[in-house]
């Protein structure tokens, strides 16, 4: 697994599944038409570099007959610094718009001279998402990293207490991960964009070539009902990396986590 997918499997994979079962989501978050842009910044030596920028946005559709949503996240490398290493990456899940679960995920993969493209259809009634190489098991309310993140976005954080650990489980690359966030609290941050008020969120990452794994990475989402993604940040091999919002088209409600606006 190299680092952008290392980077979208924790950045992007925060779905919440209690005991009791979170399955028949209810989405109160968003609509269709919803477009969230984000740069991403790189550090080495103290100072942060814009190094790209990702987009989300949803579409409406239909599958076999059952309304669904086209989630779509798009990331590219700053075409400054597309001779030292290109990236253009496409992740796609459609799902079930009531229960949010994914029908089918895609990606396209092209990272410097790396390039790859993946395909997984998932039967939630039977437990199984197939690949073109197999079929493989998976369990009771599987996402894919993109469908992760929007389901993510409709859990009640009213109840959650100090260092809550959430259960969730997402199949990448032929393999079912088991895996948690955890609840940290709420706070006000400021960004590029502007002041927040947040909730604070800890993801257990998986230790591979570009992080250390553990509880590193923080994630700050707006605290209204929206749960927009606000920041995020994690220490990687070499420096670390940051991702703040900068953009947001049709959201759902008012996005009255923000108290001002940064004055450029």
């Known amino acids: 697994m190299n680092r952008t997918q290392y980077l979208f499997l924790s950045f992007f994979s925060l779905l919440p599944l209690q005991e009791k079962g979170l399955c028949n989501l209810n989405n109160t978050a968003f609509y269709a038409g919803e477009k969230i842009s984000y740069t991403i910044y790189y550090n080495v030596i103290g100072l942060y570099v814009n190094a790209g920028k990702t987009d989300f946005t949803i579409q409406s559709t239909t599958w076999n007959d059952n309304d669904a949503f086209i989630f779509t996240a ?8 597309d001779w030292i290493f290109k990236v253009r990456d496409k992740y796609e899940s459609v799902v079930d718009a009531k229960t949010l679960l994914p029908y089918q995920f895609s990606r396209q993969i092209n990272e410097g001279s790396f390039h790859k493209k993946e395909l997984v259809k998932f039967n939630q009634k039977a437990k199984t998402a197939t690949t073109a190489e197999d079929v493989f098991k998976v369990t009771e309310c599987t996402y894919d990293v993109v469908s992760a993140i929007y389901a993510a976005r409709n859990y009640n954080f009213s109840t959650a207490l100090i260092n809550d650990k959430i259960n969730l489980n997402f199949f990448l690359d ?5 895996s948690y966030f955890k609840f940290l609290g709420r706070e ?7 002041k927040f008020k947040v909730i604070k969120l800890a993801p257990l990452l998986l230790k591979g070539s ?13 605290d209204d009902d929206n749960h927009i993604p606000v920041r995020i940040e994690t220490p990687i091999i070499v ?8 953009g947001y088209e049709n959201i759902r409600y008012p996005l009255s986590s923000l108290i001002e606006l940064v004055q450029n």
């Not at 570009?210 to 707006?222: A, L, Y």
């Not at 420096?239 to 900068?246: E, F, H, N």
């Open 74 to 81: 798009l990331g590219k490398s700053n075409i400054k610094y």
């Open 174 to 178: 032929k393999t079912l991960y088991p």
């Open 188 to 194: 006000i941050i400021t960004t590029k964009y502007g």
């Open 210 to 222: 570009m992080f250390e794994g553990g509880e590193k990475m923080t994630i700050w989402v707006s």
């Open 239 to 246: 420096g670390s990396i940051k991702v703040d919002l900068v």
